[in-house]
C-alpha cells in the first residue's frame, strides 16, 4: 500500500532557529516528490524534486530528495513567525496525475 | 495572472441533501484535480480532470461525481450528504499532467 510519512506531526520552535521537516514514502511508480505550505486554505506551492541529491532553494527555504532511501527533507534556516504553517509533503506517480499527500507538519514559530 | 477560483467558499447543508462545487483553473491550464481535506484523513484524492475526461477517480463512493467543461472549469458533485462529508474540497490546476499544481482557496462545506 502506498504511503507518505512525514515527521514530526508538530514541532514548536523560537525565531531564528533552523527546522528541518522529514518526509519518507513507499510508492508505486515514483515520479516526483512536492512540498507545499499550508496556512489557512490552500496549500501553495514550494517545490518539486525529480532528482536524487540535487537541492533546490527558495530564500531561507531549501529541500533535497533521497531516491535510494525514499525520503525528503525541508529545511527552513531563520525561521520567522510568518513559517507558522502546515508543511505538506506529496508525492506524484507516473500514470496518474493525482498527487499522494502526507498528513503534514504543523510548524508554529514564536517569537 | 488570475489563481484558481473555487465557489462558494462556504456551504452549509443538511443530510440528503446534494450539493455542487465549482472551480476555475489558472488561464490556459488544462488539468484540474479535486481533494478532500478533513482533520483526520489529511488530503485525500477524489478525481482528476484532462481535456473534459476524467483520467483518475480516487478511492471514493459513487456519492461523489465531477465533470470538466470545454473551458476547462470543473464542477464536483456530491448527492445523499452524510455528516462525514463535511470537509475543506480544494481544487488543483496544472498545466499539463505530472507538472506542480496550484490550489484553489477550496469550499469548506459543513453538513448538518
Known amino acids: 500500500e502506498d504511503k507518505v510519512v512525514q515527521s514530526p506531526l508538530s514541532l514548536v520552535v523560537h525565531e531564528g532557529d533552523t527546522v528541518t521537516l522529514n518526509c519518507s514514502y513507499e510508492?508505486?511508480?515514483?515520479?516526483?516528490l512536492l512540498w507545499y505550505k499550508q496556512e489557512k486554505k490552500a496549500p501553495t506551492f514550494l517545490f518539486m524534486l525529480t532528482s536524487s541529491g540535487i537541492e533546490k532553494k527558495s530564500g531561507r527555504l531549501s529541500s533535497i530528495l533521497d531516491k535510494k532511501e525514499l525520503f525528503s527533507i525541508l529545511n527552513i534556516t531563520a525561521t520567522q513567525t510568518g513559517d507558522s504553517a502546515v508543511y505538506l509533503c506529496?508525492?506524484?506517480?507516473?500514470?496518474?496525475?493525482?498527487?499522494?499527500f502526507g498528513t503534514g507538519t504543523r510548524l508554529t514559530v514564536i517569537p | 495572472k488570475a489563481g484558481v477560483t473555487q465557489t462558494p467558499r462556504y456551504l452549509i447543508k443538511t443530510r440528503g441533501q446534494q450539493v455542487t462545487l465549482s472551480c476555475s483553473p489558472i488561464s490556459g491550464h488544462r488539468s484540474v484535480s479535486w481533494y478532500q481535506q478533513t482533520p483526520g484523513q489529511g488530503l485525500q484524492f477524489l478525481f482528476e480532470?484532462?481535456?473534459?475526461?476524467?483520467?483518475n477517480k480516487g478511492n471514493f463512493p459513487g456519492r461523489f461525481s465531477g465533470r470538466q467543461f470545454s473551458n476547462s472549469r470543473s464542477e464536483m458533485n456530491v448527492s445523499t450528504l452524510e455528516l462525514g462529508d463535511s470537509a475543506l474540497y480544494l481544487c488543483?490546476?496544472?498545466?499539463?499532467?505530472?507538472?506542480?499544481?496550484?490550489f484553489g482557496q477550496g469550499t469548506r462545506l459543513t453538513v448538518v
Open positions: 510508492v508505486t511508480n515514483f515520479r516526483s
Open positions: 488543483a490546476s496544472s498545466l499539463v499532467p505530472h507538472t506542480e499544481a496550484f
Open positions: 480532470y484532462f481535456s473534459e475526461t476524467q483520467r
Open positions: 506529496a508525492v506524484a506517480r507516473t500514470g496518474a496525475n493525482n498527487l499522494f
